[in-house]
C-alpha cells in the first residue's frame, strides 16, 4: 500500500470568481503533481448561505461556514486560502498569522500600504509562512522567461514594456466592490496593473526605483447600486439595484517607470479597452536578446537572439510544453497539448504546497515581503498620478 503523506487542512474564505480557481487548484494538483503535502478541502466560507452548500458539495468542500473568524480559530485548519474582496485581506490574514496558520491571500496583497504594512509586521512575527496568488507566474512561458532572464540569454535589460488590457466595465455593469476605493484601494490599478509589476519584478528580478509619471482616469463617474451575491465571474450575474453610487476608482492606469539596473518602462492597464478580452504580457528588451508574451498565445514565448549572424536573426516562438525545459510543463501533457488558465493556480498551489513542507518552490511564489514590494509600486503610481508628479520609491515605505 502507498504511504500515507502528511495532509494539509485547507479553508477558503470567498466563494466568487477565485474560489472557482483555487477550488479547482486544490482538488487537481495531487491528481497531476506530486506534492509533498496533501490539501484536504476542509472548510469553505462566504458571508452569504444561499447556495454555499450546494457550491461546497461540487468541489468537494466538506464544511462550510458564515463566519470567517470561526473558520480562522478552527484548530483542525492548516491553512487560510483568501479570496475575498481586497478591504478584507488585512484582517483576515492578521487573525489567521497569530492563530498559527499559514496563509494564502489573493492580490493585491491590501487595499492600502498601511493595512499591506501591517500584514507584513504579523508575517514577520508568524509561524505560518505567507503566499500570494500572483497566479501568472504559474505560466509555464512566463516561468520560462523568468529563467531565460536569470541565465543571461537576454543580456542587460533596457526595456520594459507591461500591458493588461481588458474591456468588461461598461455602463451596464453596476456599482460592485471593484468600482469601490474604500472596498479594493484602487481600481485597473491594483487589479491589472499589479498582475504586470509582479510579472516584470519576477521576470526581471530587478526593482521598479522611479515613478515618472503616471495617469489615473475614470470614464464612467456613476454606476447603478447592486445587490446580491456575484455569480463567480468578474462582472456577470451582478445585478443592479435602485439609485446611483460614484465610482471611486480609475478604469485605466498608465505609468512610465525606471528598474533598479537601469530599464525604462511603460506599463498600462484598463478595463474599458474595447477589443480586448484579457490582453495581459510584456515585452523586454535586452542586450543580447528580447522576450514577449501575451496572455491569448499563453503557451508561447516569443525570443529574439541577438547574438547570432544577421542571415538567421529573428523571433522565434516557443512552445512552453516540453516538460523539463519548460517549469510546471512536466505535470501536464505530451509536448504541445496545452493548458489554459485554471492550471496556472493548480502550478501555483503546487509550489505553495512545496513551500509548506519547506522545499523549493518550482519558481519562486511571492509572500507577503515579496507582494509588499508590489503594494509599495502601487502606492508610488497613485500618488503620481494624483499629484502630476515624479516619485521615487525610497520615499514610499
Ligand atoms: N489572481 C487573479 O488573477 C485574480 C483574479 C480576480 C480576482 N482576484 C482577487 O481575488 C479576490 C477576490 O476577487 P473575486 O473576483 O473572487 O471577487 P468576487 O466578488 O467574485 O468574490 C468575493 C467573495 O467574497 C465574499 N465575501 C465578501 N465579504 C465576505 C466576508 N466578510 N466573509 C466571507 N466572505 C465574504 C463575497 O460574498 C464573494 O462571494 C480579490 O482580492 C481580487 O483582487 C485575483
Redesign the pocket.
Known sequence: MAKRKKTLNVAM???????R?HSNGWTQVARFFDPPVMPVMHTL????SEGLDDEAAKWGWQNTS?D?KKVIHNPEIDLID?????Y??AP?AIEALKAGKHVAC???LAHTLSDARKMLAAAKKAKGKTFV????RGVPAVATAYEMVKAGKIGKIRHVRGLFLQSWADESVPL???FDKKL?GSGSL??LN??IIDMTRFITGEEIVEITGAIGETFIKERKKMVG??????AEGLKKGKGKGRVTVDDASLFLARFSRGAVASFEAARQATGNLSRSGFEIDGTKGALRYYFERMAELDYFDATGDWQTRGWTTINCSHGGSHPYADAWWPDGHQIGYEHT?TNAAYSTLRLVAGKKPVVPVPDFADAYETQRVLEAVGIAASKKRAVKMSSVR
Open positions: 474564505i470567498g466563494r466568487g470568481f477565485m474560489c480557481c466560507c462566504d458571508k452569504f458564515t470567517w483568501i479570496a475575498v474582496p481586497n478584507l485581506h483576515m489573493e492580490k493585491p496568488w500572483y497566479s501568472y460592485a466592490w471593484r479594493a491594483g487589479d499589479a498582475h451575491l456575484v455569480a463567480g465571474g468578474i493556480f
